[in-house]
């Protein structure tokens, strides 16, 4: 099973340089990280075990000006390695971070104890035994990475802390959260990060989230080679052709289409580090995004208002932050109503897939099997509350009865949902607009308006006349009362038809037509006789060939 360990401890406590002795790799790749010493940014390399797994290893900041990176590398691992110094034990950020491991549920993993070599072997029991007690039931190993000492220990202790790690949930919809954007010569745009859940290969077709914007995969690679299909728990590098390096970056999420809802707002059950009052603004980290958000508390669950949409589902976890870290949460609801009701997040902690569902999610999102979904209704595999329906029915209806009765018409849903659910919202679709059924276009008082326009365009044969009423000009269009010709300009229909008659004719006996002729045919100007063969060229009846004018197809009789 596919895993990935990252690292946690204080500033210089030797973090990446225990990750170079164990995989041979720099994590240290900006320039201002080996200018200063520390690591700033995020760092990956592959960890081979000696059962000849292979681990995918994050190496995090230690600084406490960095915990924000500190927290993104952490949300994507299954097993954590915590790093201290022999020569000074456990300091702030080694407790902030094993904090965050814990908020994050990240329960398995090793205690390094790094610089054995630099101290006496007293003062390293003494930190062992501090690390036991910190954290209990994690193997603490006594390491030096400077001069080789166990590392091979080390290695068999990250090997059965793996075997302690439960299964990622990998037949879920795919879930990738970003953490890196970078292009290469030939290639493009490639993003990088944890697989949280399902698998990801070549040609996959997935969407960026929140921005909403379709993609498709054209490689996929993990630790740098090539691969056909990468599985959860995999640290992946995915090519992704068409998208520009600016329209994604670190917290986006990539994930299957219409698989997990984008909201604003989450439910959630708190842990609380330090008191976090009703109303406070909080930084939320969740997946590798950061966000900005109001707490709205109710007992010991709360509601976080996001500044910006996140992409969650329920059970996974979010740490809150002000400076330091307060607390975290476990997301009960990843797309809940505006609300601060005690008695739902009852219902919702309890699992009440009903009081979940408002809006229409696709049903392998709830993760519940074939189990029956009393109190929601389903269309194909979309999932939603008879209440939501009822809304959205009647919004729907209220568009329609403000429509224009010339088209009583509204374009139809753009949701990914709309071919399943809008039978059940009581339209039909028609193209790209849907309708009440049976419902037609109908003049009403603008009768003696279209009477007029038609006749003026009559009067004027073939000269176009400018029609500023899109609406009335489509209708009447429908209807057969004129045809519109260039932007905003019509002529009659019998005219157009005569047009028509005479182009027809000298096509079948000449075999085409050029400008010059069709002009002299309908005794028109060079600019009438233009938009009309322009009109026919869009009606498929002529096709361009040079200068001139040849029939497409034989003429409707």
């Given at each position: 099973?596919?895993?990935?360990?990252?690292?946690?401890?204080?500033?210089?406590?030797?973090?990446?340089?225990?990750?170079?002795?164990?995989?041979?790799?720099?994590?240290?790749?900006?320039?201002?990280?080996?200018e200063r010493?520390?690591?700033?940014?995020?760092?990956?390399?592959p960890?081979e075990?000696?059962?000849?797994?292979?681990?995918?290893?994050?190496?995090?900041?230690?600084?406490?000006?960095?915990?924000?990176?500190?927290?993104?590398?952490a949300?994507?691992?299954?097993?954590?390695?915590?790093?201290?110094?022999?020569?000074?034990?456990?300091?702030?950020?080694?407790?902030?971070?094993?904090?965050?491991?814990?908020?994050?549920?990240?329960?398995?993993?090793?205690?390094?104890?790094?610089?054995v070599?630099?101290?006496?072997?007293?003062?390293?029991e003494?930190?062992?035994?501090?690390a036991?007690?910190?954290?209990?039931?994690a193997?603490?190993?006594?390491t030096?990475?400077?001069?080789?000492?166990?590392?091979?220990?080390?290695?068999?202790?990250?090997?059965?802390a793996?075997?302690s790690?439960?299964?990622?949930?990998?037949?879920g919809?795919?879930?990738?959260f970003?953490?890196?954007?970078?292009t290469?010569?030939?290639?493009?745009?490639?993003?990088?990060?944890?697989l949280?859940?399902?698998?990801?290969?070549?040609g996959?077709?997935?969407?960026?989230?929140?921005?909403?914007?379709?993609v498709r995969?054209?490689?996929?690679?993990?630790h740098?080679?090539?691969v056909?299909?990468?599985?959860?728990?995999?640290?992946?590098?995915?090519?992704l052709?068409?998208?520009?390096?600016?329209?994604?970056?670190?917290?986006?999420?990539?994930?299957?289409?219409?698989?997990?809802?984008?909201?604003?707002?989450?439910?959630?059950?708190?842990?609380?580090?330090?008191?976090?009052?009703?109303?406070?603004?909080?930084?939320?980290?969740?997946?590798?995004?950061?966000?900005?958000?109001?707490?709205?508390?109710?007992?010991?669950?709360?509601?976080?208002?996001?500044?910006?949409p996140?992409?969650?589902?329920?059970g996974?976890?979010?740490v809150?932050?002000?400076?330091?870290?307060l607390?975290?949460?476990?997301?009960?609801?990843?797309?809940?109503?505006?609300?601060?009701?005690?008695?739902?997040?009852?219902?919702?902690?309890?699992?009440?897939?009903?009081?979940?569902?408002h809006?229409?999610?696709?049903?392998?999102?709830?993760?519940?099997?074939?189990t029956?979904?009393?109190?929601?209704?389903q269309?194909?595999?979309?999932?939603?509350?008879?209440?939501?329906?009822?809304?959205?029915?009647?919004?729907?209806?209220?568009?329609?009865?403000?429509a224009?009765?010339?088209d009583?018409?509204?374009?139809?849903?753009?949701?990914?949902?709309?071919?399943?659910?809008?039978?059940?919202l009581?339209?039909?679709?028609?193209?790209?607009?849907?309708?009440?059924?049976g419902?037609?276009?109908?003049?009403?008082?603008?009768?003696?308006?279209?009477?007029?326009?038609?006749a003026?365009?009559?009067?004027?044969?073939?000269?176009?006349?400018?029609?500023?009423?899109?609406?009335?000009?489509s209708?009447?269009?429908?209807?057969?009362?004129?045809?519109?010709?260039?932007?905003?300009?019509?002529?009659?229909t019998?005219?157009?038809?005569?047009?028509?008659?005479?182009?027809?004719?000298?096509?079948e006996?000449?075999?085409?037509?050029?400008?010059?002729?069709?002009?002299?045919?309908?005794?028109?100007?060079r600019?009438q006789?233009?938009?009309?063969?322009?009109?026919?060229d869009?009606d498929?009846?002529?096709?361009?060939?040079?200068?001139?004018?040849?029939?497409?197809?034989?003429?409707?009789?």
């Amino acid at each position: 099973m596919p895993l990935t360990v990252g690292t946690a401890g204080h500033i210089d406590h030797g973090k990446t340089w225990l990750v170079r002795a164990l995989t041979g790799k720099d994590t240290d790749r900006l320039p201002e990280e080996r200018e200063r010493g520390i690591s700033i940014d995020l760092g990956y390399a592959p960890l081979e075990l000696a059962d000849g797994r292979r681990l995918s290893l994050v190496d995090v900041p230690g600084h406490e000006r960095f915990v924000r990176n500190m927290v993104a590398g952490a949300t994507g691992i299954d097993l954590f390695l915590l790093v201290v110094d022999a020569g000074e034990g456990a300091r702030p950020q080694t407790r902030e971070h094993l904090a965050v491991l814990r908020l994050l549920g990240i329960e398995q993993g090793v205690v390094a104890i790094t610089k054995v070599d630099a101290v006496e072997s007293g003062l390293v029991e003494l930190v062992m035994e501090e690390a036991r007690e910190l954290v209990p039931g994690a193997e603490v190993v006594a390491t030096s990475a400077k001069a080789g000492l166990g590392l091979d220990e080390l290695r068999d202790a990250l090997a059965r802390a793996a075997d302690s790690v439960a299964q990622r949930q990998a037949e879920g919809p795919t879930r990738l959260f970003v953490d890196r954007v970078f292009t290469l010569r030939g290639i493009g745009t490639v993003a990088t990060g944890t697989l949280w859940s399902g698998s990801i290969g070549e040609g996959d077709e997935l969407r960026i989230e929140p921005q909403g914007l379709d993609v498709r995969v054209r490689s996929v690679q993990v630790h740098d080679t090539a691969v056909e299909r990468a599985d959860a728990g995999q640290r992946v590098a995915v090519a992704l052709p068409g998208v520009e390096r600016g329209q994604l970056g670190r917290g986006d999420a990539l994930v299957e289409r219409g698989s997990y809802p984008v909201s604003y707002r989450l439910d959630v059950e708190l842990e609380e580090l330090d008191p976090i009052r009703d109303g406070a603004r909080l930084h939320v980290h969740h997946g590798t995004a950061e966000h900005y958000a109001r707490v709205v508390r109710a007992g010991r669950f709360a509601q976080l208002r996001l500044a910006v949409p996140v992409v969650a589902a329920r059970g996974d976890k979010v740490v809150l932050r002000e400076r330091t870290t307060l607390g975290g949460g476990t997301v009960l609801d990843p797309s809940p109503p505006r609300h601060a009701d005690p008695e739902r997040f009852e219902v919702v902690q309890r699992g009440d897939i009903a009081a979940l569902v408002h809006a229409p999610v696709r049903r392998a999102t709830l993760r519940v099997g074939n189990t029956e979904l009393n109190g929601l209704r389903q269309a194909g595999d979309w999932v939603f509350s008879p209440g939501w329906l009822e809304e959205e029915r009647a919004a729907l209806h209220d568009r329609l009865a403000a429509a224009d009765p010339l088209d009583p018409g509204v374009n139809a849903p753009s949701d990914l949902w709309a071919r399943e659910i809008l039978p059940l919202l009581g339209v039909e679709r028609r193209g790209a607009r849907v309708y009440l059924p049976g419902a037609e276009g109908s003049l009403g008082e603008r009768a003696d308006e279209a009477a007029k326009l038609e006749a003026d365009l009559n009067a004027a044969g073939l000269t176009p006349l400018k029609v500023d009423d899109r609406e009335l000009a489509s209708y009447l269009e429908r209807a057969g009362r004129l045809v519109r010709v260039g932007d905003g300009l019509a002529v009659g229909t019998p005219a157009f038809e005569e047009a028509k008659r005479l182009l027809v004719d000298e096509c079948e006996r000449e075999g085409s037509i050029t400008l010059a002729r069709f002009r002299d045919l309908i005794g028109a100007g060079r600019k009438q006789a233009q938009l009309l063969l322009e009109r026919f060229d869009a009606d498929g009846l002529t096709r361009r060939v040079g200068d001139e004018r040849v029939l497409r197809r034989k003429p409707r009789a």
